[in-house]
């Protein structure tokens, strides 16, 4: 009865060092999952607002390419104004994600991680480009309207006029653009490595300690067989 009880016992203790690894290790994943998550949409999002950034351009070129007719310079205009609120709200949008993302918890301990010190996670200095760009969106989009009124001012469409005044006003602008989605692509490859080895660690500890516990259970075990074995009425 004291062999079997103890048996069980130490099944008991295993199984529950088990649960407690698949729970743990579950857990980790979902939580660092779901903070990964949301560098992966704010990188989507950025790339998105990449993308209407260039056909908010593209759109200004056909303004000026294409809109002698007065039909068609409408139907443009009314494009770029579509294009330039989606970019604005994109742009706007990042900043509450990031700082947000900041202020996680499971990215912090993930950049807490050892033998992490190649991998820098969210840049503080991404927030600033997403600011810088966001400002010039604004300087951008008044200087198109300018540059619109300046092309309209005798009453006749003077495209030359419109490319005079907002040439090369874009330029720095495509470089900000670019560099924050390449930015936040890093980032979050930095925390998906970071993340593999955290997970890597987590299991080799976790690992560790079924085993203490299988061996620890199979000593008692054998300790117990002992006991019963060194007594008097067996040994007689």
């Given at each position: 009865?004291?062999?079997?009880?103890?048996?069980?016992?130490?099944?008991?203790?295993?199984?529950?060092?088990?649960?407690?690894?698949?729970?743990?290790?579950?857990?980790?994943?979902?939580?660092?999952?779901?903070?990964?998550?949301?560098?992966?949409?704010?990188?989507?999002?950025?790339?998105?607002?990449?993308?209407?950034?260039?056909?908010?351009?593209?759109?200004?070129?056909?303004?000026?390419?294409?809109g002698h007719v007065a039909s068609d310079r409408a139907s443009y205009l009314a494009a770029?104004?579509?294009?330039?609120?989606?970019?604005?709200?994109?742009?706007?949008?990042?900043?509450?994600?990031?700082?947000?993302?900041?202020?996680?918890?499971?990215?912090?301990?993930?950049?807490?991680?050892?033998?992490?010190?190649?991998?820098?996670?969210?840049?503080?200095?991404?927030?600033?480009?997403?600011?810088?760009?966001?400002?010039?969106?604004?300087?951008?989009?008044?200087?198109?309207?300018?540059?619109?009124?300046?092309a309209q001012k005798d009453g006749l469409w003077d495209p030359r006029a419109a490319d005079?005044?907002?040439?090369?006003?874009?330029?720095?602008?495509?470089?900000?653009?670019?560099?924050?989605?390449?930015?936040?692509?890093?980032?979050?490859?930095?925390?998906?490595?970071?993340?593999?080895?955290?997970?890597?660690?987590?299991?080799?500890?976790?690992?560790?300690?079924?085993?203490?516990?299988?061996?620890?259970?199979?000593?008692?075990?054998?300790?117990?067989?002992?006991r019963m074995l060194k007594h008097p009425a067996l040994v007689k």
């Amino acid at each position: 009865m004291n062999l079997a009880s103890m048996m069980l016992l130490m099944v008991l203790t295993v199984g529950i060092l088990g649960l407690f690894s698949v729970w743990s290790l579950s857990t980790y994943q979902a939580r660092t999952q779901a903070a990964l998550s949301e560098v992966f949409t704010s990188m989507d999002q950025a790339r998105q607002a990449q993308l209407h950034f260039k056909t908010q351009i593209q759109e200004w070129k056909n303004i000026l390419l294409r809109g002698h007719v007065a039909s068609d310079r409408a139907s443009y205009l009314a494009a770029l104004e579509k294009e330039k609120a989606i970019t604005s709200e994109l742009l706007d949008g990042l900043l509450p994600k990031l700082d947000h993302i900041q202020k996680s918890e499971a990215l912090i301990k993930l950049l807490q991680v050892p033998d992490s010190q190649e991998f820098k996670g969210v840049s503080p200095q991404i927030r600033g480009e997403i600011e810088q760009a966001i400002a010039g969106l604004v300087v951008l989009n008044q200087t198109y309207e300018q540059a619109l009124d300046e092309a309209q001012k005798d009453g006749l469409w003077d495209p030359r006029a419109a490319d005079g005044f907002a040439r090369g006003a874009d330029r720095n602008l495509i470089v900000l653009m670019d560099t924050v989605p390449v930015e936040l692509e890093r980032a979050y490859g930095d925390l998906v490595s970071l993340a593999n080895l955290a997970a890597d660690a987590r299991f080799e500890t976790l690992t560790s300690v079924v085993w203490v516990g299988v061996i620890f259970a199979l000593s008692m075990v054998a300790f117990m067989l002992w006991r019963m074995l060194k007594h008097p009425a067996l040994v007689k």
